[in-house]
């Protein structure tokens, strides 16, 4: 089943009533296209599965145990750097931030996009506009429209010629 605006603002509520102030405590990436992150609140612990899988793109609370791979991923590795340890203070239409300290110890605001666009959908990590890095990159020869790499800042994406 597609997410459709309606189906996301619920979704979006829901996990901003469940996780707002939870902390980051793992960061696992299960399979190419999904990150999964366990948060403890004060009194629990939850799963949150990002997929940015073309036919099944979904955010949601997850229960399900996934096997991980060895070695961990670029990606994964990358988000680990720049989120582990981090506090959920914002959750707005798919987009998490959280309050962070970087390399030098300072207080930073990291944002996790979850863009769930059927066969486009990607995670892209965004530090005060620009792009960290993407699941999947997307550089000049795939997109004349948007690039999705590392220090450029970040657009959201264009929005469809269809009529609503």
């Known amino acids: ?8 603002a619920l979704v979006t509520q829901e996990l901003r009533t469940t996780l707002l102030d939870a902390k980051i405590d793992k960061i696992f990436e299960p399979t190419r296209d999904e ?3 366990t948060l403890r609140t004060r009194t629990d612990t939850y799963r949150l599965l990002l997929s940015a899988r073309s036919g099944s793109s979904r955010v949601c609370l997850t229960e399900e145990s996934f096997e991980n791979p060895l070695t961990p991923p670029g990606f994964c590795m990358l988000l680990r750097k720049h989120l ?3 506090r959920l203070i914002d959750l707005h239409m798919v987009f998490f931030d959280f309050r962070c300290t970087n390399e030098m110890g300072d207080l930073v605001v990291n944002t996790l996009a979850a863009e769930l666009m ?8 965004i530090q005060g506009g620009r792009i960290i890095d993407a699941l999947k990159r997307v550089d000049f020869e795939d997109s004349e429209i948007r690039q999705l790499l590392p220090g450029l800042a970040y657009t959201l994406p264009p929005k469809p010629g269809k009529p609503d």
């Open 1 to 8: 089943m597609a997410l459709d605006a309606a189906t996301l």
């Open 84 to 86: 582990t340890g981090g």
């Open 35 to 37: 990150v999964l992150i």
């Open 118 to 125: 059927g066969r486009y959908s990607n995670l892209v990590l």
